[in-house]
């Protein structure tokens, strides 16, 4: 039976006041943003709220998660938002579907009017850090080549009074800077939940730079020492969502990381167009690569499941490779992200383009646990 869809990303906007290079909406392969509106319609709201909790009844769903989600979603300003979710909750009460709301922004706009509106809703949101300003402002920069650290940790501190809004922050892996160093500094300035993020700016056409030597693990050699001093010291006072749910996976209890892989990913992305295209980070694998021809407009979300692209991100443990079926870790990192093992010639027939790295993390991570199991 095909999962149902319990997870939509709302295009808000399709612009950005940052201009970060490895960004998947706007500096990748994608380029189909420059034919879609900045702010999306309510109009787009509306056909997508009877739509999507038609389909919740449907498929016996009572709540539905919604992204607000961007470019930068906060560009659509407050009121955009206030008619948004005020349209998504009347729709929902008239068949008893509840709606939870998230945001991801990189905190330059946060203030104190847009976080007591985030707490009056009951929003959660996360805020994107790269580590401290030398780091963060070589990524996460403006149109003019500045960086944003200043304006994101304002953001972050002013977030951190609302312990109930703030959800986290999200650090992108950059396997030339020290990993442990970035973890002391989101500690420093109070992260208590962190992400991190394998970049989406690599797959099998577009590879990860390798030095000389073919055996090289940047990105588990970024993590394991965080891992380490996470796992040594820190777990009861720190979430790590990824370490996290890779310990929940090696004691067999499967979460629904899609970044882990092989889960099945039933989450929806409605563009500003209306276009209903598979979860967003797939954009990273080729322009217009997501584009499945159909619009929320004139088409029933439920047609999804006709089209290969989300049949392939459904797929789950079913949809991995020969070599990952047959690998004793497969049950834990699910073979990698699936835009991670996109190439042109087999499609997502691949393992990830970070396998090595991917078994040096989760093997030093296996053993961690069973040694602390005795």
């Known amino acids: 039976m095909a999962p149902p869809i319990t997870v939509y990303l709302l295009k808000a906007t399709e612009y950005c006041n940052l201009n970060c290079p490895y960004c998947y909406m706007f500096n ?7 034919k879609k509106p900045k702010v999306m319609s309510l109009e787009i709201v509306r056909a997508m ?15 539905l998660t919604v992204s607000l989600h961007g470019g930068e979603p906060l560009l659509a300003g407050i009121n955009w938002f206030r008619s948004a979710i005020e349209i998504l909750r009347r729709e929902g009460e008239k068949q008893q579907v509840h709606f939870a709301f998230l ?14 509106f985030f707490e009056s809703e009951k929003f959660t949101i996360g805020i994107s850090i ?78 990860p730079p390798q030095p000389s030597c073919n055996s090289s693990t940047p990105y588990a050699d970024y993590l394991i020492p965080i891992f380490n001093e996470w796992w040594n010291k820190d777990r009861k006072f720190i979430k790590i969502r990824y370490f996290s749910q890779l310990i929940k996976n090696i004691l067999g209890a499967r ?25 967003d980070s797939l954009k990273a694998c080729g322009d217009g690569f997501t584009n499945m021809g159909l619009n929320v407009l004139t088409d029933p979300i439920e047609r999804v499941y006709e089209m290969p692209l989300f049949q392939a991100a459904i797929a789950g443990q079913t949809g991995l490779c020969v070599s990952c079926r047959s690998c004793p870790l497969h049950d834990i990192c699910g073979g990698g992200y699936l835009p991670h093992r996109y190439s042109q010639y087999n499609g997502f027939d691949n393992p990830t383009v970070y396998c090595r790295d991917m078994w040096k993390l989760t093997t030093h991570i296996i053993d961690a646990v069973h040694s602390a199991a005795g």
């Not at 999507?52 to 498929?59: D, G, K, P, S, T």
């Not at 420093?188 to 962190?194: E, L």
């Open 28 to 34: 990748l392969e994608d380029q189909s943003y420059k």
């Open 103 to 116: 945001t991801q922004t990189n905190g330059v706009l946060l203030n104190e009017k847009w976080l007591n």
């Open 255 to 279: 979460g629904g990381l899609d970044s882990l892989g092989g889960n099945p990913i039933s989450i929806i992305s409605i563009d500003s167009d209306g276009s209903i295209e598979p979860v």
């Open 49 to 63: 709220a009877t739509k999507a909790v038609n389909l919740a009844r449907q498929q016996d769903v009572h709540k």
């Open 130 to 207: 790269d580590g401290p300003p030398e780091i963060h402002n070589k990524t996460r920069i403006n149109f003019s080549g500045r960086g944003s650290y200043k304006e994101t940790l304002r953001g972050l501190k002013l977030a951190q009074n609302h312990p109930d809004v703030l959800g986290g922050v999200l650090c992108v892996i950059n396997p030339n800077t020290i990993g442990i160093e970035i973890y002391h500094h989101l500690i420093d300035i109070g992260a208590d939940k962190i992400d991190f993020l394998w970049p989406l700016d690599h797959n099998w056409n577009s590879p």
